[in-house]
């Protein structure tokens, strides 16, 4: 019975440059510009002025879900949740192997999944402690849950009568069948096969590898600070400045200046002691638990299943050849830029090529971001979407006003996917600026799948965008830079692929499916994004509303480096 994370993302973003930090989208002021803006575009190319103050309204909680209108809630959607769970395994053991087994499972799952998922958003992404803590102990509570569901015999039994029956598996649809069996290859390699004390043993490995990822991973978003008199005076305004500590967030990749690029790699990635022992003891009990449940390793564990099947699949030479050749050009192309510019210290460095890809791009393609920003405004972006989505998918994205409580921070805008026929399909909540201790990672989170429910309705899919884009300034909206475009069509992807996914069970619901399958929505927006048949039907400026026939785009698109 699995707890699917629901991030999707890619890595890295784009330049920073934060201009003055804003609030929500109510009583908000259209900035002084020329052309005008379809909703969808408003809501994201206004300066937000913060929501009006709201005495009366009722709270609603995190993404409508009222027990969250505090942190405390959390517990109680927990405690809720684990009720509920107890009932549907007592309800599926009680039953004949039957469909039914298999719908039950999936609510057994998604009663789960609905408190595990959230949490494991709000736990990194809200900016209150109090909701963190509180999500990360739900998600550790569930998490528990369901490991020692993936051991519990009596559950286990009631599938595996399904699967013996050869007359009732050939009378399941396909889907229902695929569901079936994903469902037993978790119990398969969570170590259902073991005795009574090796089970046990195995739950608390699984519960200790949550904890410990969980640690690693936010160990890997914490800035790391330095004293001031250690960085040249010159390069502190690159930074956040506290006291007597520079504070470092991030890479910097995209600074023009090799110290700061080299202060940033240096200071953010500098060793740490605590990060290393984590990481450590996860690769120790991640190889104790496969070997337990009959592994020769973990990456055998996690690959079974996959179309690698083991590690020594998993990169064909042929192509591992292929890649290093085109890699090692690239960095003889690099090389040779930063000796042009950089004749006094030309030896390339870890943190050179992402910046000096850029310049060979702008260089070579006649592309200056100061010319082509102003025509890729997010809220012109976020119209663009609009336009591909209602010519291919027949979906219009509508911009709402979310109620209090509901969202985490002021500026996160709600849009509502409506198709033309089929109505409406889900949400989408679009986390796209920075704040302080914000994870620098573009991700997509499921927050609740979408499942056809016994009565007949369907549960609707509701997602989270989650970017890490400047704030508009006191003259421009937020301006996005090809790299930023393409982040957020590739993101974009995801979440269309999570609203038209609909599947009957929310174990394969959207972008629950294999990882190379999930990547396909994303990378096909990537191609939307560089063609400039379809750029050139959004791309206008943000103050004269003139419309760009990019022929820099043609050249730029065909710029990958």
Avoid at 150 to 159: A, F, G, H, I, P
Avoid at 190 to 215: F, M, P, Q, W, Y
Avoid at 305 to 321: E, M, S, W
């Amino acid at each position: 019975l699995p707890w699917k994370r629901g991030a999707r993302g890619r890595g890295g973003s784009c330049g920073a440059g934060a201009g003055p930090r804003g609030g929500g989208r109510a009583g908000i002021r259209a900035r002084e510009v020329s052309t005008s803006w379809s909703p969808v575009g408003a809501a994201f190319n206004v300066k937000p002025q913060g929501r009006r103050l709201d005495l009366f309204g009722e709270r609603r909680g995190l993404f409508g879900v009222p027990e969250l209108s505090a942190p405390e809630g959390f517990r109680i959607a927990q405690e809720n949740a684990l009720r509920k769970a107890d009932l549907l395994v007592e309800r599926v053991c009680s039953l004949p192997p039957g469909p039914q087994t298999v719908l039950i499972f999936d609510e057994l799952s998604d009663s789960l999944c609905r408190v595990a998922d959230l949490a494991d958003f709000v736990k990194i992404a809200h900016p209150e402690r109090a909701f963190r803590e509180a999500a990360e102990e739900a998600c550790r509570s569930i998490g528990t849950m369901v490991e020692k569901l993936n051991t519990n015999v009596e559950l286990y039994q009631s599938l595996q009568k399904l699967l013996a029956d050869k007359k009732l598996v050939d009378s399941l649809d396909p889907e229902t069948r695929r569901v079936a069996e994903l469902f037993m290859f978790d119990f398969e390699i969570s170590g259902i096969h073991l005795d009574e004390e090796k089970r046990k043993r195995a739950v608390d490995l699984n519960v200790k590898i949550l904890d410990l990822s969980n640690t690693f991973l936010m160990g890997t978003n914490f800035p790391n600070k330095i004293e001031k008199h250690l960085l040249p005076e010159h390069i502190h305004r690159n930074f956040v400045v506290t006291g007597s500590h520079v504070i470092i967030d991030g890479l910097h990749a995209e600074a023009p200046d090799d110290l700061v690029r080299e202060a940033a790699y240096k200071i953010f990635l500098y060793p740490n002691a605590g990060q290393l022992k984590c990481l450590e003891e996860l690769l120790s009990n991640r190889d104790l638990l496969a070997k337990l449940v009959g592994y020769s390793t973990y990456s055998h564990r996690a690959l079974q299943g996959t179309i690698a099947k083991n590690p020594g699949k998993l990169v064909h030479p042929a192509f591992q050849d292929k890649i290093g050749f085109l890699t090692t050009k690239d960095f003889e192309m690099i090389r040779g830029m930063k000796m042009k510019l950089n004749p006094q210290n030309s030896e390339l460095m870890p943190w050179d090529p992402p910046y000096y890809s850029g310049v060979i791009r702008a260089e070579r393609y006649n592309i200056e971001p100061s010319l082509y920003c102003p025509f890729f405004s997010l809220g012109a972006c976020m119209e663009g979407l609009n336009i591909l989505f209602t010519k291919l998918l027949g979906i219009t994205l509508y911009a709402e006003q979310p109620a209090k409580g509901e969202v985490w921070c002021e500026d996160v805008r709600k849009l509502a996917v409506v198709h033309e026929s089929e109505g409406l399909l889900g949400y989408i909540y679009c986390d796209f600026f920075q704040r302080a201790d914000k994870p620098h990672q573009d991700c997509h989170f499921t927050i609740r799948g979408g499942r056809l429910k016994e009565d007949g309705e369907y549960q609707l899919p509701v997602v989270v965008l989650m970017l890490n884009l400047p704030h508009s300034s006191r003259n421009s909206p937020t301006l996005l830079t090809p790299g930023m475009m393409e982040n957020l069509f590739h993101e974009m992807g995801h979440a269309m692929h999570s609203m038209l996914g609909r599947t009957r069970y929310q174990h394969v619901t959207g972008t629950r499916c294999p990882t190379d399958f999930a990547e396909v929505p994303s990378i096909l927006m990537e191609y939307f994004a560089n063609d400039y048949r379809v750029v050139t039907q959004f791309a206008r400026h943000y103050q004269t509303g003139q419309s760009a026939f990019l022929a820099c785009h043609v050249t730029w698109s065909s710029s990958e480096l």
